[in-house]
C-alpha cells in the first residue's frame, strides 16, 4: 500500500481507532461505510487497527492515501486498552503525536474498551470523536450499599468508579455520536455524557433498486410463508424464542424458517428444533454474500434480541420492502417508526410474539404494505448521502474546533506547520442541520 505524506499533506487527515475480532456484522459495516466516505471527500485516512483487516482491496486511487496500522491496541475480547496505565497513554501519546491526524474517531462498543488511547489521543492535542454503536450497559451496583450492621450507608464508591472511567472518553471528545436515540438516551443516563456533545446519525442503507422479475418469484406469491433470520447465530440473538413461536403458530399456511448464518447457537438451536418437532421447518441456509436475495426469499424479518441497538438486518430488510417484527429494546422502535412501519413485541414474551407472526402471516395485503411503507421510511431517512453529509460535517468541525482551540496543559497541541483543513471541493451543511 503506498503512502506518501508529502504528496498528499494539504488534505484533512482523519485516524480512524477500530477493532475487529473476526467476521462481518454493524460494526465493521459502519467501519467501511466510513471508509468509503472520507476517501470520497478526499480526505487522508490511518487505519489505527485491532483485529481482522477489513480494508484490503480498495482500488489504487484510494490506497495512496488509506494506511493501515495494526497496532492492536485491544485484544478478541477487547480487553488490553480498557485501563488508564500510565505507561499505555503514554505510549498512546506518542503513536498519535506520531500520526498527527487532524481528527480522531473512536469506535467504541458498550464498555469503552479504547479508554487509554482516548486520553492518549487528548495528551497529543488531537480532536476526538467518539461512536456508540451499542446500548450501554448498566452500571454494576458493586458491593451492598450499607456498612457496620447496617448502621452507616454505602457512598456507592464502586458504582461511582465504573461511571467515571466511562465518563471520561465522552468528557474528552469533541463530538460524540450515537446510532439511535435510545443509544444516546442510555449513555447520557447512566454515564452522565455531557447531552451538549451529543450526536444521532442513524445507519445508512443502499436499498437495490425494485426489481419486479424477482418479486414475482418471492415466496409471498404462493400459500407458503418464509419467515427469515439474516445475521449471528449467537446466544444473545434468542433464536430459540423464534423456534417456540413457530412451534406455538396456529394456522393453516405452511411455514417455514430461513436461517441465514452461522454461529457457537447453532447444534443447540438445531436441537431445540428437533425437540419442537421443526426439523422439517427450519431452513439452516449458511453464510451468504447475496443478503438482498435472501430477504427477497422471505416474507417477513424477526428479531428477538433482548438488547440491541439499531440493527441493519432489520434496515436491509425493510430496504427491500419486507415486514419486520422487532423486539421493543433499544433503538429498533425507532426502525420501525415505533409501529408505523414495523411490529414491536416486549423481549423475551413468547405469546406476544406468536400473535404477531400469527396476524402477518395470515393478513396477506397489511403485511405486503407494511413492507411498501418500510421501504419509503428507510429511502427517507436512511439515505447514504445523507449519512454521508452529517459524518463530515461532524469531522470537519471537529477538525476545524481543534485548530482554533488554544493549547493547556493537560491538551498540548502537536507542534507542526498549519495546513488547510477543508481542501474538498463540497461544501457541507452545519452538523445540525443534517442530523437525525
Not at 452507616?152 to 466511562?166: A, E, I, N, Q, Y
Not at 440493527?311 to 433503538?331: K, Y
Amino acid at each position: 500500500m503506498s503512502w506518501d505524506q508529502r504528496v498528499h499533506d494539504d488534505l484533512p487527515h482523519l485516524v480512524l481507532a477500530a477493532a475487529h475480532p473476526g467476521g462481518i456484522g454493524g460494526m465493521e459495516k459502519f467501519c467501511r461505510f466510513l471508509t468509503d466516505t472520507v476517501l470520497a471527500a478526499g480526505w487522508r485516512l490511518t487505519v489505527a487497527l485491532s483485529g481482522e483487516d477489513i480494508y484490503s482491496g480498495r482500488s489504487n486511487a484510494d490506497c495512496t492515501r488509506l494506511r493501515v496500522d495494526r497496532v492492536d491496541w485491544l485484544d478478541r475480547t477487547f480487553a488490553g486498552d480498557r485501563e488508564y496505565l500510565g505507561r499505555r497513554i503514554l505510549d498512546r501519546r506518542a503513536w498519535f503525536r506520531r500520526v498527527r491526524p487532524d481528527v480522531a474517531l473512536f469506535v467504541q462498543s458498550s464498555n469503552t474498551p479504547m479508554r487509554a488511547s482516548v486520553l492518549g489521543a487528548a495528551l497529543a492535542g488531537v480532536p476526538i470523536v467518539t461512536t456508540h454503536r451499542t446500548m450501554a450497559w448498566p452500571v454494576e451496583s458493586g458491593p451492598p450499599g450499607r456498612y457496620l450492621f447496617g448502621l452507616v450507608r454505602g457512598l456507592g464508591l464502586h458504582r461511582r468508579r465504573l461511571v467515571r472511567k466511562t465518563w471520561i472518553t465522552g468528557a474528552l471528545a469533541r463530538f460524540i455520536v450515537f446510532n439511535s436515540h435510545a443509544v444516546r438516551e442510555g449513555y447520557e443516563r447512566l454515564y452522565r455524557y455531557p447531552r451538549h456533545k451529543g450526536r444521532v446519525i442513524l445507519n445508512a442503507v443502499t436499498a437495490p433498486a425494485f426489481d419486479a422479475a424477482a418479486e414475482a418469484r418471492s415466496p409471498n406469491q404462493s400459500d407458503e410463508i418464509t419467515i427469515g433470520y439474516v445475521g449471528r447465530v449467537a446466544p444473545e440473538k434468542r433464536l430459540d424464542i423464534l423456534l417456540r413461536a413457530l412451534a406455538d403458530l396456529r394456522t393453516s399456511r405452511r411455514v417455514t424458517l430461513a436461517i441465514h448464518g452461522d454461529g457457537p447457537a447453532r447444534t443447540e438451536l438445531t436441537r431445540l428444533a428437533g425437540e419442537l418437532g421443526l426439523t422439517d421447518r427450519v431452513r439452516w441456509c449458511g453464510l451468504t454474500d447475496d443478503v438482498w436475495s435472501a430477504y427477497r426469499q422471505c416474507d417477513l424479518v424477526v428479531l428477538c434480541s433482548p438488547r440491541e441497538s439499531s440493527s441493519n438486518m432489520v434496515l436491509e430488510a425493510m430496504s427491500v420492502g419486507r415486514a419486520a417484527v422487532v423486539t421493543n429494546v433499544g433503538g429498533q422502535p425507532e426502525l420501525v417508526g415505533h409501529g408505523k412501519w414495523g411490529v414491536c413485541v416486549p423481549p423475551l414474551d413468547l405469546p406476544a410474539l406468536t400473535e404477531a407472526l400469527a396476524r402477518l402471516i395470515e393478513d396477506r395485503a397489511g403485511r405486503e404494505a407494511l413492507g411498501a411503507k418500510a421501504r419509503a421510511a428507510v429511502l427517507t431517512r436512511h439515505d447514504p448521502g445523507t449519512i454521508r453529509a452529517a459524518w463530515l460535517a461532524i469531522l470537519h468541525e471537529a477538525a476545524r474546533a481543534g485548530r482554533q482551540t488554544p493549547e493547556s496543559p493537560l491538551l498540548n497541541h502537536r507542534s507542526s506547520p498549519q495546513r488547510p483543513i477543508f481542501t474538498a471541493q463540497r461544501r457541507y451543511e452545519p452538523v445540525h442541520s443534517v442530523l437525525e
